[in-house]
């Protein structure tokens, strides 16, 4: 088992930064691809960003190209999400996720989560 624990989530206003992180600890080596993932109230899970394990592979949701960057440091076992210029509508719970295989981007197909941390984006 993987566990995983978010953390860095909180109150910003519209065009402000957060930086999110997710430790994970456990069978740490079942964790080859990390993720994240957003959910808004009434919507569905969506994919937001994701890294391989050695950190040369990024893959971002086009909606957040640009603005959020994903990384990971493999001594810590954690990897971050780094949000800039923040709009009302990244308002959502954002989950880490992990898989054992890269290039996937449905909920389905990662195995471990994280509980959550709540980002509002104040207009």
């Known amino acids: 088992q993987v566990q995983l624990v978010e953390s860095g989530g909180g109150l910003v206003q519209a065009g402000g930064s957060l930086r999110l992180s997710c430790a994970a600890s456990?069978?740490?080596?079942?964790?080859?691809?990390r993720a994240w993932f957003r959910q808004a109230p009434g919507k569905e899970r969506e994919f937001v960003a994701a890294i391989s394990r050695n950190g040369i592979l990024t893959s971002y949701a086009d909606s957040m190209k640009g603005r959020f960057t994903i990384s990971r440091d493999n001594a810590k076992n954690t990897i971050y999400l780094q949000m800039n210029s923040l709009k009302p509508e990244d308002t959502a719970v954002y989950y880490c996720a992990a898989s054992d295989t890269w290039g996937q981007r449905k909920p389905d197909d990662y195995d471990y989560w994280g509980q959550g941390t709540q980002v509002t984006v104040s207009s």
């Open positions: 456990g069978r740490t080596y079942s964790a080859v691809v």
